[in-house]
């Protein structure tokens, strides 16, 4: 069973900037995306970040220019590099491995952002 743990979330001022990494417990095979999602207290887990196995990148228009997704080259670490974090940034930030089976999730970590 894959595990997905992310690290590098906690407290930053607005402006600020932080870099989330998901770590796969080893390698996932038919693997087509590595994202991060986010969910904001009382709303619904949301798209943020997206990079395919052929290296193409898309980002929701909240994030756009902010933020930047990127992999190691065997595909088992992926990162979420956050510039110019805002408030209504501040949420648990999941990553996700989506394959041609299902789709694995890590345990989240907490972004606030924070004056």
């Known amino acids: 069973q894959v595990q997905l743990v992310e690290s590098g979330g906690g407290l930053v001022q607005p402006g600020g900037s932080l870099r989330l990494s998901c770590a796969a417990s080893?390698?996932?095979?038919?693997?087509?995306?590595m994202g991060w999602y986010r969910q904001a207290p009382g709303k619904m887990r949301e798209f943020i970040a997206r990079?395919?196995?052929?290296?193409?990148?898309n980002y929701a228009d909240s994030v756009k220019g902010r933020f930047t997704i990127s992999r190691d080259s065997a595909e088992r670490t992926w990162y979420l590099q956050m510039n110019s974090l805002k408030p209504e940034d501040t949420a648990v930030y999941y990553c996700n491995a989506a394959t041609t089976r299902k789709d694995y999730w890590g345990q989240g970590t907490q972004v606030t952002v924070s004056s």
């Open positions: 080893r390698t996932i095979f038919s693997i087509n995306a």
């Open positions: 990079i395919t196995n052929d290296g193409s990148t």
